[in-house]
């Protein structure tokens, strides 16, 4: 089932003592309703054309795949520092710290400024490109749904065919 929220309170006395319940585990049978998964950015080693998407499944009745993608010209790298306990810490901080104390960098890449926003789903299979093109990066949003627990899709493959711009370096 869909469930978007679900509260349970349970209070229980005896001479001496109260309980609560602290924690309950809940699991649902079959396969979920809906799961979303992004790619990361996909760099296309530079500027392409990007020319129509497709993609291998099998969606028996009642299941659905949604593919929406976008595109930009520029990353933004996010550098997040941490300390042995793994919790986020300033870059002064970390600095700091001598290396028995600290743990390494993460960089996490990010759309940069002039990415495009997502694209609608794409409907079939070697349909035309959505998102603006020639651009350097792509990065593809995956819907996997199902009415019936007992069904999933299955993806197997996403293709997206590309070429040299017409121009690269302008008119």
């Not at 959505?130 to 199902?146: G, H, M, Y």
């Amino acid at each position: 089932r869909k469930v978007r929220y679900l509260f349970y309170n349970h209070e229980a006395f005896d001479q001496f003592f109260t309980y609560h319940l602290f924690e309950v585990f809940l699991y649902g049978r079959g396969f979920p309703a809906k799961v979303r998964a992004r790619s990361n950015l996909i760099d296309l080693q530079g500027a392409k054309s990007l020319r129509s998407i497709r993609w291998e499944a099998m969606t028996p009745p009642g299941t659905g795949i949604e593919i929406r993608s976008r595109t930009g010209d520029s990353i933004v790298e996010e550098i997040l520092y941490f300390g042995k306990n793994g919790e986020t810490i300033s870059k002064a901080l970390w600095n700091k710290l001598p290396a028995s104390q600290k743990l390494p960098l993460v960089v996490n890449p990010e759309a940069g400024p002039g990415w495009s926003a997502w694209s609608s789903v794409y409907k079939v299979q070697g349909e035309s490109f959505l998102s603006p093109s020639p651009r350097a990066f792509v990065q593809l949003d995956v819907a996997l749904t199902s009415d019936d627990p007992d069904l999933a899709p299955l993806l197997r493959s996403i293709a997206i065919d590309f070429d040299a711009p017409l121009m690269g370096g302008g008119v």
